[in-house]
């Protein structure tokens, strides 16, 4: 069965970067494009980007293309996002899901706080 | 961006009524293949969303067939017949026919 698992939660400082996790199983990795989602407390969902694992196209928001940056490891079907400098406004729960959002991760809970 | 705008913001249902949810977008969501990519989340407490449509009618896997959807160009609806229990959460929707892909703001569904 078609399984995203997402890396354990974050408490991350003002300024730092945090790398999450994403790792696919279930189906073929290459064959579905990862797009990760933001949620922050209470809100809607934003669309961060997307990134086609079998080439490593990206493609991002405008809006948050200096603050992720979406890579891949095909060898252990994995997607990762980076988020550099980190603020208050980042603290969110961050979704992987996969092709037109018929499966999704757990989440991850990113708490940004000195 | 493609603005989408979903009503009622909320709504209280009792189990066995219907209920139906409105999404609007600002711009048609009918891409150059001649498809709509318009789709149905459902966020129950605490857990991730759930894709309960996609495409604007087609029933995603394991979603009962109590969900139905409608709609084109720039109108859509999700309707609930004879809801249950375990309907209750916040319904989105959601275009991937333009990039950046936008979300509705959500509708909460409780029940009485």
């Known amino acids: 069965q078609v399984n995203l698992l997402q890396s354990g939660a974050a408490l991350v400082k003002p300024g730092a970067s945090v790398k999450l996790s994403c790792k696919a199983s279930?189906?073929?990795?290459?064959?579905?494009?990862i797009h990760w989602v933001k949620q922050s407390h209470g809100k809607s969902l934003e669309w961060i980007g997307y990134?086609?694992?079998?080439?490593?196209?990206?493609n991002y928001n405008e809006k948050f293309k200096s603050k992720a940056t979406l890579t891949v490891d095909k060898s252990t079907n994995t997607a990762y996002m980076e988020l550099s400098r980190l603020t208050s406004e980042d603290s969110a729960t961050y979704y992987c899901?996969?092709?037109?959002?018929?499966?999704w991760g757990q989440g991850v809970m990113v708490t940004v706080s000195s | 961006d493609v603005v989408m705008t979903q009503t009622p913001p909320s709504l209280s249902v009792a189990i066995g009524q219907s209920v139906s949810i409105s999404c609007k977008s600002s711009?048609?969501?009918?891409?150059?293949?001649?498809?709509?990519?318009l789709h149905w989340l459902l966020q129950s407490p605490g857990r991730s969303p759930k894709r309960l449509i996609y495409?604007?009618?087609n029933l995603g896997s394991g979603v009962p067939d109590r969900f139905s959807g409608t709609g084109s160009q720039k109108d859509f609806t999700l309707k609930i017949s004879r809801v249950e229990a375990e309907d209750l959460g916040v319904y989105y929707c959601?275009?991937?026919?333009?990039?950046?892909?936008?979300f509705g703001s959500g509708t909460k569904l409780e029940i009485k």
């Open positions: 495409q604007v009618s």
């Open positions: 990134i086609n694992p079998n080439s490593g196209y990206t």
């Open positions: 899901t996969r092709g037109y959002f018929d499966y």
């Open positions: 711009q048609s969501l009918v891409y150059s293949d001649g498809k709509t990519y």
């Open positions: 959601a275009q991937t026919t333009h990039f950046p892909l936008t």
């Open positions: 279930g189906y073929t990795f290459t064959d579905y494009y």
